[in-house]
């Protein structure tokens, strides 16, 4: 499969613990952004790399969401001290940036259960 | 503000009937506006894109129309199936490539 992948899928987490997220994209793709989607909603932009530099964040993304990717490949998204508004599925997309529209490709997706 | 509002949020049909759902939106600079299909517990999956001089796309048995001066958009499902059972999300994207997502249309297909 050459799809963008995401690991877990599920995590449950209690209250005050940390939590990581890997996300493997498509792999000719230099950019990779995380989103956040809460039941009903529409995805919220988090963050987005290009290659290893991270190059935007979002106001959502709190001192308690971290957000890497090392290498240029493979990401992962942190959430330390976790609270109950940190459940939601957690989303993973990537992109090329060759022509003039960046159509994103989206992982699964790691829905997070904080209890 | 970007923002881009989706109407009506959620719509029952009767298996092979049409629908037509609605997207009203405020981003600037536009460059394009996409219609993802998402199943439950699923990742998004592009369904068309179009830039602001393309006034409609096809996809099977979906079409897009895109009216950029009054910054509506449509997407139209012909002959629904049952597993067009989904929401489906608006997204504009600026010309930096960022997007902004709608809160979806959650459509039910019944038999």
């Known amino acids: 499969d050459t799809g963008v992948s995401q690991d877990p899928r599920h995590k449950i987490t209690k209250r005050g613990q940390n939590v990581t997220f890997r996300c493997d994209p498509i792999?000719?793709?230099?950019?990779l952004y995380w989103y956040r989607q809460t039941l009903g909603q529409g995805p919220e932009f988090l963050t987005y790399?290009?290659?290893?530099?991270?190059?935007?964040k979002s106001r959502l993304l709190s001192d308690r969401f971290s957000a890497e990717r090392p290498k240029g490949s493979f990401s992962t998204l942190e959430i330390q001290r976790t609270e109950q508004g940190d459940s939601a599925m957690y989303l993973c997309?990537?992109?090329?940036?060759?022509?003039?529209?960046?159509?994103?490709?989206f992982g699964p997706g790691t829905r997070l259960t904080v209890t | 503000k970007n923002q881009v509002e989706q109407s009506p949020q959620s719509l029952i049909i009767l298996e092979g009937k049409n629908c037509t759902l609605q997207?009203?939106?405020?981003?600037?600079?536009?460059?394009?506006l996409r219609w993802y299909k998402q199943d439950t517990g699923r990742g998004p999956v592009s369904l068309t894109i179009?830039?602001?001089?393309?006034n409609t796309k096809s996809n099977g048995r979906y079409t897009a129309t895109l009216d950029a001066d009054t910054k509506q958009s449509s997407l139209h499902i012909t002959a629904s199936q049952l597993s067009d059972s989904a929401s489906y999300i608006c997204?504009?994207?600026?010309?930096?490539?960022?997007?902004?997502f709608g809160g979806g249309t959650r459509l039910m297909v019944k038999p």
């Open positions: 997309a990537s992109s090329s940036t060759s022509g003039r529209i960046y159509e994103q490709y």
């Open positions: 792999s000719e793709h230099n950019r």
């Open positions: 790399f290009q290659n290893e530099a991270q190059l935007e």
């Open positions: 997207c009203n939106y405020t981003v600037s600079p536009f460059s394009n």
């Open positions: 179009m830039t602001f001089s393309e």
């Open positions: 997204v504009v994207g600026n010309a930096g490539n960022m997007l902004t």
